[in-house]
Structures are given as C-alpha cells and as structure tokens.
C-alpha cells in the first residue's frame, strides 16, 4: 500500500522559514514525478515544486522561485520542500503527490497525480 506522509508544517511570521518533509513507502513502481502542492481555501490545488526523480530535473511555480526549494533523498524515500521568505499568500494546505505516469507536459498539474498525502498545514502571518 502506497502511502506518503508529509510532516514539517507550522506557522511562522512572514519572511519566517519552514522545511517540509514527506516520506513514501509502500511502492514497488519507479516513480517518474514527485512533487509539492498546495490549495488555500476557495482556491484550486495548484503545484508548487516538482522534481523528476528520473533525472532530478526541477520545476517550480513562478511564485515560489528563488524562495522554495525542493530535493530528494532517495536513501530515505524522503521528499522536501524548503520554504525560505515565507508570505501570507503561501498559507495553504500543503500536499505531497507523486505520478509513475511519464507526463509530457509541464508536471505542476494536480490532475496527473495519482498518490497523494493527508497534508500539513503552513499558514503565514504578517
């Protein structure tokens, strides 16, 4: 059984910092993509930080460059995202998802994900 945890969220003043983590077991697949994405309330899930494991390409959101940062440590099964600058516009429920589909198209789409986690909650005040 697939399952992906995600820990590490909080809240924190605005330009605060946060690291979220999200550990995934249960898998026998390779995965192709794993990312980050959040939704705020009345608000679409929108993808935040993506990284192809294949290969390690990244891609984020253009409202997260040059703040978030994500990485993988493939000896833990563990996902990050580091969150650097924080913004009361990036309080969200944040979920870890991953997709063994090989997408051809920008991978920050929520739909082409197939497993996701419960999510952490990140709110931001100013």
């Known amino acids: 059984q697939v399952q992906l945890v995600e820990s590490g969220g909080g809240s924190v003043q605005a330009g605060g910092s946060l690291r979220l983590s999200c550990a995934a077991s249960g898998f026998t697949d390779t995965w192709y993509y794993m990312g980050w994405f959040r939704q705020a309330p009345g608000k679409e899930r929108e993808g935040v930080a993506v990284?192809?494991?294949?290969?390690?390409?990244?891609t984020y959101a253009d409202s997260v460059k040059g703040r978030f940062t994500i990485s993988q440590d493939n000896a833990k099964n563990t996902l990050y995202l580091q969150m650097n600058s924080l913004a009361p516009e990036d309080t969200a429920m944040y979920y870890c998802a991953a997709t063994t589909r090989l997408l051809t198209r920008r991978p920050l789409r929520a739909g082409d994900y197939t497993y996701w986690g419960q999510g952490t909650q990140v709110t931001v005040s100013s």
């Open positions: 990284i192809y494991t294949g290969g390690g390409g990244l």
